[in-house]
């Protein structure tokens, strides 16, 4: 099934974030040593860190407030970010690892009572026909949707040796991937959630993928496929793989 087979059943309403919470606390432990000294979202691909990157993600998508969530070597980010004029970056600091569904609580007095972008810090992400991110705002259905993923093909994607996350059905409605089986499709760690997935989360520490299976059990976590590349930077192998890439396909220029 290609990104153009995913059709709605109904047309999108759309959405128009104007925030977004960027995972940014982690320890990054398999990309240890670098990350023993370097959080890994301070990584560099091309000149540029996979935190920029993100960053410049939104920024092209028009997001005017970004919320920074900051636990191991945060002080680094920070100092870092100092400098940047665009978006707004405010901070949310964790005290204890919150894992990414705690990250999104502290932090959703921040994001406001509409939808909001959560993006993971610590891949990269090209755009391809058009801006990822504003595919996914005209894909957004309100009346049927409390999350939508940006999945990318599994078989295509770079420094990626997993086994997939979802199945997805013409309607663009999720399902996980049974055991020991291979799915199409990975999670790119882009997405758009609805305050009202958090009702009633738990509290402390928790992931988000506990939230994703009471929406899957509803039919209300959807999903669109990018159509440009993703890299899986979670080892130093990937983190090599896309250097490669970058510097190949754009030598000599610090490439957004």
Not at 166 to 174: A, E, L, R
Not at 227 to 249: C, K, M, N, S
Request: proline share 6%; charged share 25%; glycine share 10%.
């Amino acid at each position: 099934m290609t990104a153009d087979d995913l059709k709605f059943l109904n047309k999108p309403s759309g959405c128009n974030p104007d925030s977004a919470i960027v995972l940014s606390a982690g320890k990054g432990l398999r990309m240890r040593p670098i990350t023993d000294s370097t959080p890994k979202p301070m990584i560099q691909v091309g000149g540029r860190t996979l935190l920029d990157r993100t960053l410049d993600r939104l920024e092209d998508s028009q997001i005017k407030k970004v919320v920074v969530n900051l636990h191991h070597l945060g002080a680094q980010i920070e100092r870092h970010l100092g400098s940047r004029k665009s978006p707004d970056i405010v901070f949310s600091y964790e005290d204890e690892l919150l894992e990414t569904g705690g990250g999104v609580v502290k932090a959703l007095p921040q994001l406001g009572k509409t939808p909001f972008y959560v993006v993971n810090a610590d891949a990269m992400l090209l755009n391809g026909s058009e801006i990822a991110l504003d595919r996914m705002k005209s894909a957004w259905d309100d009346g049927v949707m409390d999350g939508l993923l940006l999945l990318h093909s599994t078989v295509e994607a770079y420094g990626y040796q997993g086994r997939g996350d979802f199945w997805v059905d013409p309607s663009g409605v999720i399902t996980r991937r049974p055991e020991r089986e291979v799915s199409p499709y990975l999670f790119t760690g882009t997405q758009i959630l609805h305050p009202r997935l958090f009702k009633n989360a738990p509290k402390g520490a928790f992931s988000l993928n506990v939230l994703y299976d009471k929406a899957i059990e509803a039919q209300r976590l959807f999903a669109i496929v990018h159509d440009g590349e993703w890299f899986h930077i979670g080892t130093p192998d990937g983190l090599a793989e896309a250097e490669t890439y970058v510097q190949t396909r754009y030598p000599g220029i610090r490439h957004r």
